[in-house]
């Protein structure tokens, strides 16, 4: 990692980083949980990081999308659930647990949602950047333009595509949700991101693909199926994406990875059943397997091509038990420990 090159992250973040909490069973390795593993951003921070959280409390883009706000509250509770978390290897060798990890703060939206989205691209293109995996915690799934923005103009996507045609290297968005979020609107809200995102490639000519794994048909218009098709999107409803269909699903995630050259991989928890999430903007009535969520989450994350991943829709106001809130800590938790760096698997980009 570059650490000069997150040197002026602060001056994106409006509230510093809180401190982290846990159980504390001894300060060896073999004792070891995520509350241990994270320092602050300039403070004392490592030579080195695998990850870089990055708070985002907004729910303005629920507020303007109709939905039920609280959601800004999400990246506290999700630090909270998160930090108890224990970084063992287990029976799995292949899950990296001795990680460094660094805690921004957080990006805090009123009203002006758009200026709370260029903080957040230019805080997430400074942590790509640097070598650092950025973990945003949100919010709304408006957070999701502000980490798409960050991730596409990054000098780390230029290195990505081929130097002799100048071209930007091919963008791969995978977003695990229940819905499009394609809507046209007259300002942007958490229904619009990826329409924004889609539009602002079109006009750059550049070449993105956006692929959503979770669609609910009972809760997606047909004009919103009709702006996937036009746009090109790749679905997969949420009916297919059980356990049944893991080996399948799993394939399209394959062929998906294979076919871009870096990833911004966003989880909407509203993808899971309410039962399992009832703490979010929009609970499902169907949804997704937790362990189809994991399973996609680990193949993301050790592809290496992983540029950014964001956590959107966390509602604590709703949060029953903080059921929510653990299951999105364990899912955080998954693609941390299987994270393999983008230079790590990806020669041109080194």
């Given at each position: 990692m570059h650490q000069n090159n997150l040197s002026d992250l602060h001056r994106f973040i409006d509230r510093p980083a809180p401190t982290w909490s846990g159980r504390n069973d001894g300060t060896g390795t073999a004792h070891r949980r995520v509350h241990q593993a994270v320092t602050f951003l300039g403070q004392g921070s490592p030579a080195s990081a695998d990850a870089i959280f990055i708070g985002f409390a907004s729910d303005e883009g629920v507020r303007r999308n109709v939905g039920r706000q609280g959601a800004a509250d999400g990246p506290a509770a999700l630090r909270s659930a998160l930090g108890r978390l224990a970084l063992a290897q287990g029976r799995n060798s292949t899950r990296h647990t001795d990680l460094a990890l660094l805690d921004a703060g957080d990006i805090v939206v009123s009203s002006d949602l758009e200026e709370g989205q260029k903080k957040l691209a230019a805080a997430v293109m400074a942590s790509v950047d640097a070598g650092v995996l950025p973990v945003v915690l949100g919010g709304g799934h408006e957070v999701a333009f502000g980490t798409y923005t960050g991730v596409a103009d990054s000098q780390t996507r230029k290195t990505a595509g081929s130097a002799a045609s100048q071209e930007l290297g091919r963008l791969g968005i995978l977003n695990l949700d229940a819905h499009f979020d394609l809507r046209r609107a007259e300002q942007p809200t958490s229904g619009t991101p990826f329409y924004q995102a889609l539009t602002r490639e079109r006009a750059s000519d550049t070449c993105c693909r956006y692929t959503v794994l979770g669609i609910s048909e009972a809760n997606n218009t047909q004009e919103l199926f009709d702006t996937a098709h036009e746009l090109g999107v790749d679905y997969v409803v949420d009916e297919d994406c059980g356990v049944l269909n893991q080996q399948a699903l799993l394939s399209t995630v394959r062929e998906f990875v294979a076919s871009v050259d870096i990833?911004?991989?966003?989880?909407?928890?509203?993808?899971?059943?309410?039962?399992?999430?009832?703490?979010?903007?929009?609970?499902?009535?169907?949804?997704?397997?937790?362990?189809?969520?994991?399973?996609?989450?680990?193949?993301?994350?050790?592809?290496?091509?992983?540029?950014?991943?964001?956590?959107?829709?966390?509602?604590?106001?709703?949060?029953?038990?903080?059921?929510?809130?653990?299951t999105a800590a364990r899912l955080i938790h998954t693609v941390l420990t299987y994270y393999t760096p983008l230079s790590s698997a990806a020669p041109s980009l080194r």
């Open positions: 990833i911004y991989l966003t989880l909407d928890l509203d993808v899971l059943p309410a039962s399992i999430a009832p703490g979010v903007s929009a609970p499902a009535g169907y949804g997704v397997p937790l362990e189809i969520i994991n399973v996609v989450l680990k193949e993301v994350a050790a592809s290496g091509k992983l540029a950014a991943f964001d956590v959107a829709e966390l509602n604590p106001s709703f949060d029953s038990d903080g059921r929510t809130a653990h």
